[in-house]
């Protein structure tokens, strides 16, 4: 389950982590390109990597070419559909601080995209989602079967692509494969008796969306033969940057209806979905018996026999309680400690973007 559905296009992207519950705003002016790079002396780096967003673009249609129709219908049904090509972006940024945007560049932000689409069809099979991007899941469309099996083709040629860029690369992405998976898993089975829910959840986030990021950031890296010693700075980052945004994504889930979004208020709530204002509030069930009635009342079995009117005001009521606001203190200290592991980059256009790139992922509220 992949909850991140990035707020803004990318400058060159079409248009387009919990299933695609949510659909991104249209409503903002600006791309998340030039939100990023607002000033003269950022437009070089600006243009490289909108130049870089069109070259995978033609890439990702190229290395969904199965020459088989069933496969290159389904593989290129989620790309059709959109995306926010946001792990590129971080590719193509930290690239800034090697050789720049390279073919092989490229090369690795393609197999990123890949993976993330690949875990989208499993993870749509896994949720029992009907949506995604705004479009009917591929396994509502076809099969569990199909679904899966284009994953699996999805994986298989991502690893190709990388298996050009050398051991170094083919290692970080098995190591980031096994991550997604061991965190898929851990939030099938569920924390252990002696786990904390609350650290359990978080390390479900750092491994099935902060580690991919991380990656996306530590391959523009690599691959740019930028200094070594940059490496552990980006990936940190970018695993605190993903479970920040994913804690927001749990505010936003209980955010009003909205026409705009076309999202209804607490549908992960209403799914049984377990979200981190949902763990506060069994936390602190145990010695407020007012969390505890609240969290009775939010009880699945419960929700689906309550009036719609009445669940809507029960999610509004746990928007308006306290487990809310220190979620989104959690999602800020994730987002701090994020910044904070870019000290030993040079002050640049890179840092100061990538000090962007955290606010603005924290600070959106669709």
């Not at 889930?253 to 506060?280: E, Q």
Request: charge should be negative; glycine fraction near 6%; aromatic fraction near 4%.
């Amino acid at each position: 389950m992949n909850k991140a559905n990035w707020p803004l296009t990318t400058a060159g992207a079409s248009s387009s982590t919990k299933s695609a519950r949510r659909t991104p705003s249209s409503s903002s002016p600006f791309t998340l390109a030039e939100r990023l790079f607002s000033t003269g002396d950022d437009r070089r780096a600006a243009k490289a990597v909108e130049d870089g967003i069109v070259l995978l673009e033609e890439r990702l249609v190229a290395e969904t070419v199965f020459h088989d129709g069933m496969a290159e219908v389904s593989a290129r049904y989620l790309l059709d559909a959109g995306g926010k090509r946001v792990r590129p972006l971080l590719a193509f940024l930290t690239a800034q601080l090697g050789e720049g945007v390279t073919d092989d560049v490229v090369t690795a932000a393609t197999s990123i995209e890949l993976i993330h689409l690949a875990s989208l069809y499993h993870d749509d099979v896994m949720d029992e989602a009907e949506q995604r991007r705004g479009v009917p899941t591929a396994h509502t469309v076809w099969s569990n079967s199909i679904a899966i099996l284009t994953g699996d083709l999805l994986f298989a040629r991502a690893s190709k692509l990388l298996s050009i860029l050398g051991e170094r690369a083919i290692r970080l992405q098995a190591d980031t494969f096994e991550r997604l998976c061991l965190g898929q898993l851990h939030e099938t089975v569920g924390p252990r008796d002696t786990e904390d829910p609350i650290v359990h959840y978080l390390q479900v986030l750092a491994d099935k969306t902060g580690s991919l990021i991380a990656a996306s950031a530590q391959l523009g890296i690599l691959v740019s033969r930028a200094p070594h010693e940059y490496e552990q700075p980006v990936f940190d980052f970018g695993e605190k940057i993903g479970i920040a945004f994913q804690l927001v994504d749990d505010v936003i889930d209980l955010a009003p209806a909205s026409d705009a979004t076309g999202k209804t208020a607490g549908t992960d709530i209403r799914a049984g979905v377990v979200t981190l204002p949902l763990l506060y509030l069994r936390r602190d069930a145990a010695t407020d018996p007012r969390a505890a009635d609240l969290l009775r009342r939010l009880d699945p079995a419960t929700i689906a026999v309550t009036p719609a009117a009445e669940v809507d005001a029960l999610i509004a009521e746990l928007r308006a309680h306290p487990v809310t606001a220190e979620t989104v203190a959690e999602s800020r200290r994730f987002a701090a400690d994020a910044v904070a592991a870019l000290d030993p980059l040079p002050e640049g256009t890179v840092k100061k973007t990538l000090v962007r790139f955290a606010a603005t992922m924290v600070e959106r509220s669709n």
